[in-house]
Each structure stands twice: as structure tokens, then as C-alpha cells.
């Protein structure tokens, strides 16, 4: 009697594993085949990561970040042949911009995150399209300096970022003797130097700068310190998805070989930008004007 059962059980077993395998097999395979079943790709952005994605205007995402991805979704609307591809926007944040995407609710990231080994290992990166160190923003009058001058003083950064691993490691292994507390976002990080609760915020110089031209007075705040671990910020992916990162790249790799890429990053980080207007003035990096040569996608350490 009892042999009967197992071979019902097993029957039975066998039946819900293969209805579960034909049920994964119909899934779209990648990213593109996915947004073309669905009609709809989910572009991240973050909301306070000036001049890479941010919100302006209107309260609506924008920024040099935000302006490749659209040049991305152009592409995809081609190669799914769906030109009546509708774009859905999602906010992340440090925290969780990879297990959104890594979960399918995002499909791509152009915003402000480091490209490092760590995180190769979650996602994928395209080619690097930024260069950038850590630094400190404090008030204007501060002695805060450089890092040197940080013993006994408040240090935000934002949780889930390189700069906060960056920063605790300092401390512990220069004894630089510095209270380091977190902070949920860029924003935040900001708003705790300006009030005092925090005597300087540790970030990648170019968001300490688009967060200074942000303020209500830019005078007030000051951008210090030797740049620490220069790092590549490059658009993410979802892990082993060729197809759709080899279009990412190709697009990349189009806009730096048509010098539209650089018409880009003058528009950005050295005119006017919204909302204030006010111009950040931050040349190109000798890093990233090599990398439009050599059209790399390495990851930081």
C-alpha cells in the first residue's frame, strides 16, 4: 500500500515542477524582450543627485543622467520596434536602487552610482560616464579643511554609498577620531551640515557641488579636502543581461564618438542649470576625457 502513494505523490510533484518550469520558460528572457511584452520601461532616478538626476522644474526628473537614459529608452523603442514605448519613472534611493532593480521593478539606473567590484557582483554597468572623489561639504566659516581637521567632529554620509565604506575605513585606519552618522539621502546629509546637527557631509565632490549651487545660499557652503578614492559612476543593469547592456554601451559609445556627449557635459556641469540657474563649473576629469577614448566599463576596487 504505501509503495502506490509514493508513486501518486511523485506523479503529482513531477506535474508542479513542470507547470513552475513552463511558467518561468514563458517569462521574457532579458530586458528588452521584457519591455516589449509589456510596452513600458522603468526609468530610476534619484531626487536630489544634482546635476545626474535630480528633480526640477515642475517637480519632473532631470539631469545629465537622466538625459542619457533617455537617449537609451530612443534606442530601445528601435530595437524592440515599439515606438509607442511609454516610460514609467521610479525614485530610489541609495539603499535601494539595486534591489529594485534586481527585482524587475526598475529597468535602468542613470543616476550617481559608483561602479565597483562589489556591486558587479549584484549588476551589471555599462561604460563609465563619470569620474569623481570624496570630499567634504561644511559651512562656509568652518576650519574643516581637509580631513586632517575632522578629529572630534560630526561626519554624515549617506547610507549605502562607497563614501560612507570609504569614510569609516579613514577613521579606523588613520584614528582620525570622527563621529560618523548616516543619513537616508544626499538631501538630508546637506540639511544636517546646514543646521549644525553635522559638521560636514563626506561625498563625491561633483553632488557636494551640484547640492551647494542648490542651497538656498550657495556663499554659505564650501566644497574642501584632497579628493579621496577617485571612483566611476556608470549607468546599472541587471546581472547578465547582454542584450540589453550591449545597447546601452553602444549608445554610450555613440554619443562620446559623435561629441555629442561632450555637448552634454558642457550643458550640465558648465552652464546653467535648473532650477536657480546656477552654473557648477566642473571641468572634465582627465579620467573620464581618456575614458571617451578608451570606452571602458572597469569598476573602482
Known sequence: M??????VLSIAVAGALGAAAGAASAQPAGTLEKV???GVITVAYRDSSIPFSYLGDGGQPTGFGWEICGKVVDQVKKAVGRADLKVATQSVTSQNRIPLLDNGTID???????NNSDRAKQVDFAINYFYTGTRLLVKANSPIKGFADLKG?????????????????????????????SAKDHADAA???????ADA????????????????????????GDPVQVEPYAIMVRKDDAAFKKLVDATLAGLMKSGEFEALYKKWFQSPIPPKGITLGAPMSRELQDNLQ????????
Open 2 to 7: 504505501i509503495a502506490p502513494r509514493v508513486v
Open 36 to 38: 516589449k511584452a509589456s
Open 108 to 114: 535602468i539606473e542613470c543616476g550617481s552610482t559608483t
Open 153 to 181: 567632529k560630526k561626519v554624515v554620509s549617506t547610507t549605502g554609498t562607497t563614501n560612507f565604506q570609504v569614510m569609516r575605513r579613514m577613521n579606523q585606519e588613520q584614528n582620525l577620531g570622527f563621529e560618523l552618522i
Open 191 to 197: 540639511l544636517l551640515v546646514q543646521s549644525g546637527r
Open 201 to 224: 557631509f563626506a561625498m563625491d565632490d561633483i553632488l557636494l557641488y551640484g547640492l551647494r549651487a542648490g542651497a538656498l545660499n550657495p556663499a554659505d557652503l564650501a566644497v574642501v
Open 294 to 301: 578608451a570606452l571602458s566599463d572597469k569598476p573602482a576596487r
